[in-house]
């Protein structure tokens, strides 16, 4: 794919969305991060509906900490995996308090040293709540990348550097957010919405439908 058709394809999502956002509720980046970590193989719907009941009685490392895992459990049983979600979060919650006061950190390296937190977690957090150029490689992301011929990759690394190396700087703050909702909604896994999609005629995708 051509630099002047990615560049027409961003055109036309910025023009659809303006002001694209991550479909999580939070207010302050350790809520983000917490939601984050909560939504690895869930919906964002199961997750809000459980922080919209955890945040008003925990919302800082310290809160959730004096919280208590067993306690957390009550507000996020729900969501798959939570038993290990838990674990993680007041593992992350101490390690927030006894190497950052308490704050969420904002460079990559540190993100990643928390526990459960990975490559896609820390973009997200760098670009959503501190406003870095950077871009989370998601299963939607790197489908349509692929699919579409914007970024083609076998790897998620290599979808993210390819993203990274080809995304006009203009677009590259709000690029995942886009990429992420077309593919949730439009160029979705099963079946593509093709007939919808406002990047049709842009895409190289061989088996779309015209």
């Known amino acids: 794919m051509n630099a002047n058709k990615r560049r027409a ?13 991550t479909e999580l ?22 997750v809000n509906a459980a922080t919209r009941q955890l945040f008003p ?43 950052h006061g308490g704050t969420v950190p904002q460079t990559r390296e ?23 150029p950077v871009i989370a490689v998601d299963t939607h992301v790197f489908r349509v990348a692929n699919r579409t011929g914007l970024a083609s990759g076998t790897t998620v690394l290599e979808v993210e550097n390819k ?12 690029a995942h957010h886009w990429l992420i909702l077309h593919g949730r909604y439009v160029c ?6 093709c007939g919808i999609c406002i990047i049709n005629d842009l895409c190289e995708y061989k088996e779309k439908e015209l």
């Open 163 to 174: 993203l990274l190396e080809v995304v006009p700087d203009e677009f590259k703050h709000n």
């Open 9 to 21: 394809i961003f055109l036309r999502l910025q023009a659809a969305n303006p002001q694209p956002a």
């Open 57 to 99: 009685v925990a919302n800082t490392p310290q809160a959730m900490l004096a919280l208590g895992e067993e306690k957390l459990h009550e507000y996020i049983q729900r969501i798959g995996l939570y038993q290990t979600k838990a674990r993680h979060l007041m593992q992350t919650c101490r390690l927030l308090v006894e190497r």
């Open 188 to 193: 979705q896994a099963r079946k593509p919405k």
């Open 110 to 132: 540190a993100l990643e040293a928390l526990p459960g937190v990975g490559r896609k977690t820390a973009n997200v957090i760098l670009n959503t709540a501190f406003g870095q």
């Open 25 to 46: 509720e939070y207010r302050t980046p350790f809520e983000l991060l917490v939601a984050v970590l909560l939504s690895a193989q869930a919906t964002d719907i199961s």
